[in-house]
């Protein structure tokens, strides 16, 4: 998979989200009408733009769309140091939850988009069966496990999220 664009209604109070909370910067942009955010330098892995959506409303539940972006964290300490920025800003989690392969934190951005942060396990820890199969499962994530993790060393910005 690629990039993604997405209609919001308010230019500068998504950029305040996604570069603000979490951590994405502008490599390009068009006025007050539409930016391009990358992590890492990538030309661009998220697009915003008002198109067609300019003080327009969220999508009422029930109606088909999007229905999450997911963002790839390299470790449990980047996606803990995420979480934290998260709960400076006041970003309320619609979920939590630990799939076995992954952590995961599920939420939403201003405009209503569904948002994943999530990281994955070392493969050789994924859960399997006797036979060896991939046996996901969703199970509640410890939050305060998972901020503990926030300690360790960080080889990233603590402002910046982190995509292969």
Known sequence: MGHVHLKVADLERALGFYCGVLGFEVTLRFGDSAAFLSAGGYHHHIGLNTWESKGGAPPTP?????????????????????????????????????????????????????????????????????????????????????LAAADESLDTPHNQVVLP
């Not at 619609?94 to 939420?107: I, K, P, Q, R, T």
């Not at 948002?115 to 859960?127: A, Q, S």
């Open 62 to 146: 029930g109606t088909t769309g999007l229905y999450h972006l997911a963002l790839v964290y390299p470790t449990r300490a980047t996606l803990a140091d995420a979480l934290q920025r998260l709960l400076r800003a006041k970003v309320p989690l619609d979920g939590a939850s630990d799939h076995g392969v992954s952590e995961a934190l599920y939420l939403r951005d201003p405009d209503g988009n569904g948002v994943e942060l999530y990281w994955d396990r070392p493969k050789n820890e994924w859960p399997k069966d006797a036979q060896g199969r991939l046996t996901m499962y969703t199970r509640a994530l410890d939050l305060r496990g998972l």
